[in-house]
């Protein structure tokens, strides 16, 4: 709904403001979460309903099966109800009440009093409705919400069912500015001064106009204020625009190192008093995308060494809590990423606020599919007949206010760098069609050739023409982009010449050729593979700004035949832990010393396509004299290889092939240690060691000291390790949770992309020894003990206390 998410600003409240300005409470805007109830079928029949707190994901409590789709993860669909019960605060009777929800997916209808109050579509735009005219004071309400999702194969990845996201209960005066109607800007950046530009509109709902004044208040970090305007204005029923400019001396620059901020505060004021504010966090910086150099950022040319992300967190499903990404992109940043892409929709409020305190350059996209659909595979990828059912149905209707909402939504967000307006929507013969497919060279394409009966590709170019406009109305301090698949396609019908800068997938050879032949073309790569070439295309061709990987994080769906429910190609798995490829790509992207090794077997093929490292392993137990290759993945200049304390020599990264440097080994049971040096010191080390029988488990939380008087999320990671605590790497032990004191477990993650056991349960197996527990704290203070155990193994018990 606004920058700084609602549940944000209720805390900028209560700890920011001075006193004065706290008592008064000018606006509130609350959690609207607790105390839901929600049945599963569609009935209203106030029987077998159960009582639940959102955000809520009704298709990650499954069961898997087979009579689902795999591109959603074999798990259910359906249609469900909520409804939830409160009462009217009589002071609510002079100002305006709506209900905010930050998604729901999908094909929602909400009432209020039995009242409707509208429907939406898409699962994954927040919309917000007015309930002031059909409030009660003198009894109880009622919400419902319908959610629609039996169309369960509608998607190309797991999507999720239900109030996924937060609900806000929002309160305001007749007279306000609504967080969406903000548009901030920094038309001039400098390191000596900045310009910053804000343009908003006074919504007045009264039926007469009221003399008013905006004032403009840009606070610094440490609270101090960098610039302040005021504008007085006759606020007429309806909306009436401002404008306010105002000069920045000396400011901090937000970038990717240093994510400065600033907090921009906008009261509207009347006979001098506020009666609305809305604050938000800012940054101020400056973008460029060159055709010949690259990227840009406050002028200095950057490398955006990016990923794509889905919003799933395996076992949470898609209702996934602020503080599991918070933990999962700090392990991105270590890993040397500077870039998301939000693929392949907008995702939950709060992410945007973590990418900007976080430092993280976005793409935000819009859309998967238009107006006609994709294949969504049900027995497998690109096995056997697949389902057409998708948003494309509702894409003409609704297309055009979902995409203006998704960036006035987030326009102010500073991480934000480009908008797209679509995701291989020319996935050759996906649906579209062209006569050069019999010519042309085409690494990803649905059939064979040229497919008469299917639609033609020059559809696309009117439809990019129209979507481009929208964007423009509502933002143009970004450029727009698409991610094409089909470029050979697109290239003949005029498709890239629409947008401001035009990313290809998965097909760096065009770059070279593409560049001469279109000159003007700003290219960048919006998704791509891990294999090292992909990143020479990037790294040795100035303008080439950008490598998306294709991805970041294991998410649920697109997946292969049953039993495999989630797709493997990311950095790091469904928990969130890291696999070789992240060391690798840590390796290329990461300046701070790093060095890893792991090992295979010498007579696996070394070229492993796109994602190229998955049989590399971290495993140091083996049959004794067995010949190993062990590569060593570092940033490091010279690495050195020891074997139980014995040198195996040193090599020299740059000279090595692919940069990796290698060894041949004959495994001896024992410890396995390399050392990275730079200018002739030590500067990182690894180690692997032989690892005997399971024998125990440990575990350490991200969190033990949790709020009080709100939830809070631990998140626990489990080792199994032998009796000297060495990890075992091939474990798969079942591992059971218990916990006393006032806390729940949300869900177990191993990080399986094919296991089928009961994610609401309290066992689960280690993968290569390791699982990721999620307890959710109440608020309630006091102490939390989880217990974890398995049959033969020492257990281990993790406290968290809740002040």
Not at 267 to 291: A, T
Not at 669 to 690: A, C, H, I, M, R
Request: glycine content about 8%; aromatic content about 10%.
């Amino acid at each position: 709904m606004k920058n700084i998410t609602y549940s944000a600003f209720l805390m900028f409240l209560c700890f920011c403001l001075p006193a004065k300005l706290r008592a008064q409470k000018i606006d509130d805007a609350e959690l609207f979460n607790s105390n839901w109830k929600f049945h599963l079928g569609d009935t209203t029949v106030n029987a077998g309903w159960r009582t639940l707190d959102l955000p809520h994901d009704w298709s990650i409590e499954g069961p898997f099966s087979e009579d689902w789709a795999s591109a959603t993860g074999y798990l259910p669909g359906g249609i469900g109800w909520y409804q939830k019960t409160f009462t009217a605060n009589p002071k609510w009777k002079s100002k305006r009440i709506s209900i905010y929800f930050d998604g729901v997916y999908k094909n929602s209808e909400v009432w209020i009093n039995g009242h409707s109050l509208g429907k939406r579509p898409n699962g994954f735009i927040p919309f917000e409705y007015d309930l002031t005219p059909f409030l009660n004071y003198a009894e109880k309400n009622i919400i419902k919400v319908k959610v629609d999702h039996s169309e369960f194969a509608d998607s190309r990845w797991y999507t999720g069912s239900g109030i996924y996201r937060n609900v806000y209960l929002i309160v305001k005066n007749p007279v306000n500015i609504h967080p969406w109607d903000i548009a901030f800007a920094t038309p001039e950046v400098t390191s000596n001064k900045a310009l910053v530009k804000i343009n908003a509109d006074v919504t007045n709902t009264l039926k007469n106009a009221v003399p008013v004044s905006v004032r403009l208040n840009l606070f610094k970090e440490d609270g101090s204020v960098a610039a302040a305007k005021t504008v007085k204005l006759l606020s007429k029923p309806g909306k009436t625009s401002v404008e306010l400019t105002q000069q920045v001396l000396s400011p901090k620059l937000w970038s990717v190192e240093h994510p400065q901020l600033y907090r921009m505060q906008l009261q509207v004021l009347r006979d001098g008093e506020p009666i609305n504010e809305v604050n938000q966090s800012v940054g101020i910086r400056s973008i460029r995308f060159d055709k010949n150099e690259g990227f840009f950022l406050n002028g200095v040319n950057l490398k955006l060494k990016g990923i794509c992300i889905h919003d799933d967190a395996g076992a949470l499903g898609v209702a996934v809590p602020r503080e599991v990404w918070e933990r999962r992109l700090t392990i991105l940043k270590e890993g040397g990423v500077n870039s998301l892409r939000l693929s392949h929709n907008p995702h939950a409020d709060y992410l945007y606020d973590l990418c900007d305190k976080m430092g993280f350059l976005v793409m935000d996209e819009a859309f998967d599919e238009w107006e006609i659909g994709k294949n969504k595979w049900v027995k497998g990828w690109n096995v056997g007949t697949p389902s057409k059912d998708g948003y494309h149905e509702y894409f003409k209707e609704w297309a055009h206010r979902d995409l203006a909402d998704m960036i006035k939504r987030s326009r102010n967000h500073t991480s934000i760098i480009l908008w797209s307006i679509g995701n291989e929507i020319d996935y050759p013969n996906d649906p579209y069609t062209h006569e050069i497919l019999n010519t042309g060279r085409n690494p990803q394409i649905y059939g064979k050739g040229y497919l008469p009966d299917h639609p033609a590709a020059s559809g696309l170019t009117s439809i990019a023409t129209d979507l481009v406009k929208v964007v423009k109305e509502q933002d143009r301090t970004r450029p727009v982009t698409a991610a094409l698949a089909g470029v050979v396609m697109s290239n003949e019908v005029g498709f890239p010449e629409v947008l401001d800068v035009v990313g290809y997938n998965y097909q760096e050879y065009r770059y070279p050729d593409d560049h001469k032949k279109y000159p003007n073309r700003i290219i960048y790569g919006s998704e791509n593979g891990m294999a090292r070439q992909a990143w020479n295309a990037v790294d040795s061709n100035k303008y080439i700004s950008a490598q998306y990987l294709w991805t970041g994080i294991d998410y649920l769906g697109e997946a292969g035949k049953w039993p495999q429910r989630s797709n493997g190609a990311g950095l790091l798995d469904l928990a969130g832990f890291k696999k070789t490829e992240y060391f690798y790509r840590q390796s290329l992207w990461a300046e701070k010393p790093m060095i890893y090794i792991a090992v295979r077997e010498p007579i696996q093929n070394q070229d492993r396509g796109i994602w190229s490292h998955r049989g590399v392993q971290p495993l140091w137990n083996w049959p004794t004299g067995h010949k190993l290759r062990v590569e060593c993945f570092t940033n490091c200049p010279e690495a050195e290889l020891f074997l139980n304390g014995k040198s195996l020599g040193k090599k020299l990264r740059d000279t090595s092939s692919g940069q990796i440097p290698s060894w041949n080994v004959e495994y001896q049971p024992g410890e396995l240690l390399v050392k990275g040096y730079k200018d002739g010191k030590q500067v990182s080390d690894f180690v692997l060691k032989t690892a005997s029988n399971a024998a125990a488990i440990s575990a350490s939380a991200d969190r033990v000291s949790l709020p009080g008087l709100k939830k809070g999320i631990s998140q626990i990671e489990v080792q199994v390790t032998d009796q000297n605590g060495v990890p075992v790497y091939t474990a798969d032990n079942e591992i059971e949770v218990e916990i006393s004191g006032s806390a729940r477990l949300l869900g177990l993650e191993s990080g399986s992309s094919s296991s089928h056991e009961n994610y609401q349960g309290p066992k689960r197996k280690t993968i290569h020894g390791k699982l990721l527990a999620y307890i959710e704290t109440s608020g309630k203070p006091g102490d939390v003990e989880v217990r974890f155990s398995s049959p033969g193994l020492s257990t281990a018990t993790v406290k968290l206390n809740v002040k």
